[in-house]
């Protein structure tokens, strides 16, 4: 039986619960995708709240393909939190007919 293939979304501020989920789910079988840069950590003087430029146009782009490529997508939204940009891909991932499921539930999020 192949083993499904999970795209991880979530605030680049989770680094370590995103580190956390890619190991647990990995360590269930899957096929982890998860973030190639942290933003808030990894280039934290970058103002990813107002950046137009083609850095995060590239980074967005690019998540949005490993959206493409999962079986479903999995949310780590610690204390249910999740930005704008995740509403964004798990928008996306719904559009293409791709199951979203979450860390921790949230009033008003179907799986």
Known sequence: MAADVVTLCGSTRFKDA?????????????????????????????????????????????????????????????GGYYGESTAREIAYARSIGKPVTFMESRPGDPS
């Open 18 to 78: 995103i580190n956390a989920e890619n190991a647990r789910l990995t360590m269930e079988g899957n096929v982890v995708i998860s973030l190639g840069l942290f933003g808030h950590t990894d280039l934290p003087d970058y103002d990813w709240t107002t950046d137009a430029t083609d850095l995060k146009t590239m980074l967005d782009r690019l998540h949005f393909q490993k959206i493409d490529m999962a079986d479903r997508v999995h949310v780590v939204n610690v």
